[in-house]
């Protein structure tokens, strides 16, 4: 199958790879720790970024733009479909308790119906507001968050299966790692109140990413630690966005996955053809791990 694009338009996109002399990165997430809090070192590169807001979903999948293959997905038709845009906006995203009683159930609704989910778990969620100079003094919680500008994926191979052994148990994990049960840990991406147009999330093609470009990241938390993965550049990359994505649509990302190494980096980069004075962007993304059974 072809993973030649359509021929969209491209835009010129700045986006901070980790750097060749950063070995073994860290993100240092105790509250009370006396150190560095991390190791990173980022080079920015630019790169040519596809626009997919012009394509069909048939040629997206024609081109192979699926978590099967390439590890991201954009769907199209979100929710009833007499939802409006106005009802949309005026949701209750600033309280976590809608969210995860209202607005999970819908994610798993999804999840089910697309990828034929035998069952999932919602483990967490994170709203993202770009800030604007007058908020830049607020601190950095689950509610304010700023959309990451590092190229990253979410999990690795150990940390995906250390989630499903979190969240589900020793018996699901077994299940998983005998491969009676496939376990993939999806990202669900929507914009909130309007189109995306400011720092829109660009993703990369899983095909075009090399296995020496991927560098495990450790989080340090209080109780626990985990994994990321963080990406040295590679002029071999392609990466794509789509300009303006309604909230009737969502974009998947798929981080980990029992029977594959598919999964996609991604990150927020700030697009050179949106006016200055755009909105600022707010968005949504739910982690959910995806039981499916043969």
């Given at each position: ?66 978590v ?51 069952s ?6 994170t ?82 990413v ?25 002029e071999?990359h392609?990466?794509?966005y ?39 962007r707010?968005?949504?993304?739910v ?8």
């Amino acid at each position: 199958m072809s993973t030649q694009p359509p021929a969209f338009s491209t835009v010129q996109g700045e986006l901070n790879y980790l750097g060749d002399q950063v070995a073994a990165p860290f993100l240092e997430l105790r509250e009370k720790f006396e150190g560095p809090v991390n190791n990173h070192a980022l080079e920015p590169h630019t790169v040519a970024i596809l626009d997919l807001s012009a394509s069909t979903s048939e040629q997206r999948k024609t081109a192979g733009y699926t978590v099967e293959q390439a590890g991201f997905e954009i769907l199209d038709g979100w929710g009833d479909e007499s939802t409006t845009a106005p009802a949309w906006a005026n949701q209750k995203w600033d309280e976590p308790g809608w969210i995860e009683q209202e607005y999970y159930a819908d994610v798993d609704a999804l999840l089910k119906k697309h990828m034929g989910a035998t069952s999932t778990f919602i483990f967490d969620h994170t709203v993202r507001k770009r800030r604007t100079e007058a908020d830049e003094h607020l601190p950095d919680t689950p509610s304010t968050r700023t959309p990451v500008s590092t190229v990253h994926s979410d999990q690795t191979q150990w940390a995906g299966e250390n989630r499903v052994l979190k969240h589900l148990g020793q018996d699901v994990l077994d299940r998983v790692k005998s491969g009676k049960v496939r376990a993939q840990l999806i990202n669900v991406w929507r914009p909130l109140r309007g189109t995306a147009l400011d720092m829109p999330l660009a993703f990369s093609d899983s095909r075009t990413v090399q296995p020496d470009d991927w560098v495990v990241n450790e989080l340090r938390y209080e109780t626990w630690n985990g994994q990321t993965y963080l990406i040295h550049f590679n002029e071999g990359h392609a990466w794509y966005y789509y300009r303006g994505l309604p909230t009737d649509k969502a974009i998947l990302l798929k981080c980990y996955d029992s029977t594959s190494n598919v999964r996609t980096p991604h990150t927020a980069f700030k697009d050179p053809t949106v006016p200055s004075d755009a909105e600022p962007r707010w968005s949504i993304e739910v982690r959910a791990i995806v039981l499916t059974e043969p």
